[in-house]
Every structure is written in C-alpha cells, then in structure tokens.
C-alpha cells in the first residue's frame, strides 16, 4: 500500500482538522436544509412529497454511490477522491442555489450527492490508512463523534443566515465551507492509494442506483398513490428483487464492489444494522422536528435549531470519551444495545409532542437521544472497519457510510411518508372550497396561510402524523437492539469453518494484518478477539 512517510505525529495533528472538515462538509449537508423547508415550501409552493425528495435526494445519490466512491478511492488515490468530489459538491451546491422550482433543486440536490459519495468513505479511509493502531480508535471516535454532530452544526449555521437571507444562503454556505476544505486538503492531506486495486464493479454500482431508487420512490410517493396500490406495491417489488439480483451479481464477480460474505462476519453485520437504524431515527427526526418547531410551534429557523442543541452537546462527549472506554471494558455488545434502546426511549418521548407541549417534553428525549446515539456511534463504526484487512479499508469505510445515509434516506422516506399519510388522512379542511382544500392537504405550509380555522386543523393533523412517525420509529430501534445483542452474543464457530471468498482476494483477506481484532468476539474477553479474516461463519 502507497502510505505517506509520517513525522512524529506531525502529519497526524494536521491531517485530522482536514479530513474533519470535508466531512462536516458533506455531512452538514444532510441535515442544513432541513431548517429551510417551510421557507422552500412557502417560496416554491412544493408539497410535501416534494420536500420529501428536495430533502431524500441528497442522501438518495449519496447512499447509492458510496461503495463506488470508496472504491474510486482505494483504487486512484484517497486525497484524489477527496479534492474531485469536493469539486462536484461545491459545484452542484452554487448551481442549487440557482434554483427556481423544486424538480431544479431536487435534481441539484443529487449532484451534490455525487460529490459527497466521493468524499465521505475517503476522509474514515484516510484515517485508518494513515493513523497507526494505538492512535486509530481516538481518531475514528473523533470522526463518529464530527459525523454526527455536523448535522446539528449544519442546522445552527443554516438557521442564522434564514434570520437574514433566503434559502439560497444554505447553499452559498456550502460553496465555502467545501473551497475551504478542498484548500485544506490538497495542503496537508498525504495520498494514500491501492495501485492494485481491482478494477471498479461499474454494474454492480448502477444496480445499486437502481434497486435503491426504486425502493425510496415507492415509499415517498406511497401518501399519493396509497400504501397498498398496486403502484406502491410492485415498486418495493421491484426495489427488492433489483437489490437480490445486486446480491446474486456480487456473489458471482471475482472482484465484488460488496462481497456479500462479509456479512457473515457478526461484528460487520452488527455495526452495519446499528449504524443504518441509528440514522435512521436521525435524519426522520431532524426532517420532521424541524417543520413542527417552526410550522406547529411557530419558531423561527434559528430558534428551531438552537433547540436541538442538547442532542450535539450530549451526543459529542459520549461518542469520543464514553463509549470507547465503556466498549473497552464491558464489550460492545452492551454499549451498543444500550445507546440503541437509549435512541429508542428518545422516540417514544418525542411521540407524546403535540401542538400544546413545551419545550421541556422535547428536551427530555433530546438528551437520551443524544446519549444513546453517542454510545452506539463509535464501537459500530469500529466494528465496521476493524473487521476488515488495512487494504480493504476504503470498502468498509463506504459501507459504514452507506448504513448511515441509506439509513438517513430510508427515515427521512418512511418516517416523512407516514407523517404525510396521517397529515392527509386526519386534516380536516373545514369549509375551503375544492381547490384549497386539496393544496392544503398537500402541503401544511399552504395550509397556515389559508385562514386561522385552516391552519389550526393543519397543527392538529402535522401532530397526528409526528405521533405515528416517530412511534414507528421507537418500535424500530427496540427490535433492532434486540437483533444486535443477539448477533453479539452468537458463539463463533470453529476457525476451520470459513466462507468462500473469491480467488485473488484469498490471499489478502486471510493474510496477518496490524489492523484492530474483530469487536465481534467472545464477550468474555471484553469484545474483542483473535484477529481473523477467514470470514467466519
């Protein structure tokens, strides 16, 4: 591997500020619009649906490309793939910030997405490549700790411009925060490259694409059409049988983009779960709080984000100092199953919010909710990553990516199309004729302008449908901890069991490495084990 010459801690004291950057960068993103959607709506008269996927096309792209965005960077150049897409991202964003009409900022939207494909798996990559073992866990605690608080910073920097500007400045916004990162990087960010990496699984990338889309238009269009129509219906059916045919493809492929096997792994498989659920809590949260706060409660976008402000400043400390010490001494089995259970109470609380609650009810789930996406942050990243040899680092780096923006696209889909269905099904639009009443059962932004009786029922309505939404959710992360635990806690079987993998990549996969054991062992020994990469069954 084509590693930097590294001074006594030199290289490491500069290059983390800059990988920390491009990915609050990317990652800011996701969440920043989020403050500006009753403005969009208000300006470009977009539905609901179309905030769904103003919102969901982001994080769509993103989740889809990821495994090709890691692999682009394994294979030409981490510090490659970090300058290209922070190029797209800050291009796509000045283009957004153009937009007339919400199909122009959709498809903006997933431009951006491109970019930050390219540039998320390689800054966790980078780390791992870069940073010797003794120093790896306090950096990717770091970095889980960046990855989940940009959300928040995202929101708290897009709410003070909407106090002065348009939505527009978000975007703007991006364009800075992506030159200055992109200056950073090329300044102090050494390449590290796979010069032999395989050649990059193009098909198996647009299958992705494929399977992926087809599953998330189905379920932000599911209000519209009907959960149970037969467009609804034949489209996951279709989403899915892509995503099986994504299997079947990768399984057959000398050189996977994902080998399938890995999954076979507990720990791999555990920290992919963990991740996926967890942001999917988040992002569904954030999309919806946000407009309740400001539609609901009449909040501006500033204060809505201020009040999210205990979530960041609980979840930081529990991602970089709590959870790695708790995984170190009682296993990651527990640390995780309790942060995941902690996000789950965290839901159930918020589904008691109405359009009378104080701010008190939101900040008794705002700060479990912060804790427990803290402590389930850090040893499932770790778990990821660690259970992969130091050359496929890029491929687990993406994969940790992609459960969590395929997890923030899946909450931000389902928990927004279950809000929109109850929104639909519960207003009641009192004595507006046709026309209105179905421009108010589209969006609720509309619905507030439409009369004080109008938009009281539209509050009444956006908070039968936060209730189902993030109920749903609680339910979720309840039998998710449950699977987590179990796969944990599963006995390994014997070291002569293991899984096919494909021919050129035997020889690596069960080569010695320096990477960390695998989280995934007997929890006996703390939760971390021989180190082995026979893909054990």
């Known amino acids: ?158 709410g003070t411009l909407l106090e002065f500007w348009s939505w527009r400045s978000v975007f703007w916004m991006n364009v800075v925060l992506a030159a200055v990162a992109l200056v950073a990087t090329l300044a102090v960010v050494p390449e590290s490259a796979e010069p032999d990496a395989p050649r990059l699984d193009l098909t198996g990338a647009l299958i992705t694409v494929a399977g992926l889309g087809a599953g998330v238009y189905s379920i932000i269009e599911a209000p519209t059409h009907g959960w149970a129509s037969a467009r609804t219906l034949l489209g996951l059916a279709a989403a899915l049988a892509v995503l099986a045919g994504f299997v079947l493809w990768e399984l057959k492929r000398p050189n996977p983009l994902l080998d399938p096997r890995l999954f076979r792994i507990r720990a791999f498989s555990a920290g992919a779960l963990t991740i996926t659920l967890q942001f999917f809590a988040f992002f569904g949260f954030v999309f919806i709080i946000l407009q309740y706060l400001q539609l609901v409660k009449g909040d501006s ?68 909710f912060g804790a427990g996406m803290g402590l389930a942050m850090t040893p499932s990243t770790a778990s990821i990553t660690d259970a992969l040899p130091a050359e496929k680092q890029g491929v687990g780096s993406a994969m940790n990516d992609l459960a969590r923006e395929l997890g923030g696209a899946l909450g931000i889909a389902v928990l927004g199309s279950l809000l929109q269905s109850a929104y639909r099904a519960n207003l009641d639009p009192g004595n507006l004729p046709g026309p209105a009443a179905e421009q108010a059962r589209t969006s609720v932004a509309v619905a507030m302008r439409l009369g004080p009786q109008a938009a009281d029922h539209a509050r009444a309505a956006f908070s039968d449908g936060l209730q189902s939404a993030f109920l749903t959710a609680s339910i979720a992360l309840a039998v998710t901890a449950l699977v987590v635990a179990a796969l944990y806690r599963a006995p390994r079987r014997e070291a002569a069991r293991t899984v096919p993998a494909p021919a050129d990549q035997d020889a690596k996969l069960n080569a010695p490495s320096d990477a960390s054991p695998d989280e995934g062992a007997d929890e006996s020994t703390g939760g971390r084990g021989e180190i082995r990469y026979t893909r054990q069954v």
Do not use: C
Request: proline share 5%; net charge positive.
């Open 301 to 368: 976008a500033l204060v809505g984000a201020v009040s999210l402000l205990p979530m960041a400043l609980t979840m930081m400390p529990f991602a970089r100092g709590v959870a790695p010490k708790l995984a170190a001494r009682i296993g990651p089995r527990r640390v995780i199953t309790a942060g995941l259970l902690l996000v789950g109470v965290a839901m159930l609380v918020f589904s008691l919010l109405d359009e009378d609650s104080t701010y008190w009810l939101l900040l008794a789930g705002l700060v479990p």
């Open 1 to 158: 591997m084509n590693t930097p010459k590294q001074g006594p801690g030199a290289v490491h004291r500069a290059v983390l500020p800059a990988v920390m950057l491009s990915l609050a960068t990317v990652v800011s993103a996701v969440a920043s619009l989020n403050t500006a959607v009753p403005s969009i709506a208000r300006d470009t008269r977009a539905g609901l649906t179309e905030l769904s996927w103003i919102i969901d096309a982001y994080a769509l792209v993103f989740a889809a490309l990821l495994l090709l965005g890691g692999a682009i960077g394994d294979r030409y150049g981490r510090r490659r793939a970090l300058a290209a897409g922070l190029v797209v991202f800050g291009a796509g964003s000045a283009a957004a910030a153009l937009a007339g009409d919400p199909n122009w900022l959709i498809a903006m939207r997933g431009v951006l997405g491109i970019g930050a494909a390219l540039v998320m798996p390689a800054t966790l990559s980078t780390i791992t490549s870069t940073f010797p073992a003794a120093q790896r866990t306090r950096a990717v605690g770091a970095w889980a700790g960046v990855a989940g608080a940009s959300g928040i910073f995202g929101l708290l920097v897009s």
